[in-house]
């Protein structure tokens, strides 16, 4: 069985930036693809970044490309989501999700971290 667990998240200003972080435990993931979605009250989930397993393969939902990035460390078992000028509209909670290669979608996932991101 795998955990993930969020952390990094807090309240910033518009304008500034955090770093999420999501430790896994269970086994090694370092096949496994990594991303990271979000939910703000009262939407839909939404996906926000992936990572291939090795990290040379990135994406970013059009909502955050060129301002959040995403990376991860196999040694550590950990993936990182680094989020620069931030909008009061990435407010939500972020959730950090594993998926196997052989898996069609995301089935890991972790319990969310709040991001609030004032004005």
């Known amino acids: 069985q795998v955990q993930l667990v969020e952390s990094g998240g807090g309240v910033v200003q518009a304008g500034g930036s955090l770093r999420l972080s999501c430790a896994a435990s269970?086994?090694?993931?370092?096949?496994?693809?990594m991303a990271w979605f979000r939910q703000a009250p009262g939407k839909e989930r939404e996906f926000v970044s992936s990572?291939?397993?090795?990290?040379?393969?990135?994406y970013y939902g059009d909502s955050v490309k060129g301002r959040f990035t995403i990376s991860r460390d196999n040694a550590k078992n950990a993936v990182y989501l680094q989020m620069n000028s931030l909008k009061p509209e990435d407010t939500a909670v972020y959730y950090c999700?594993?998926?196997?290669?052989?898996?069609?979608?995301?089935?890991?996932w972790g319990q969310g971290t709040q991001v609030t991101v004032s004005s």
């Open positions: 999700a594993a998926r196997s290669p052989s898996q069609a979608s995301y089935h890991y």
């Open positions: 990572i291939s397993w090795s990290g040379s393969g990135t």
């Open positions: 269970g086994r090694t993931l370092s096949n496994y693809y």
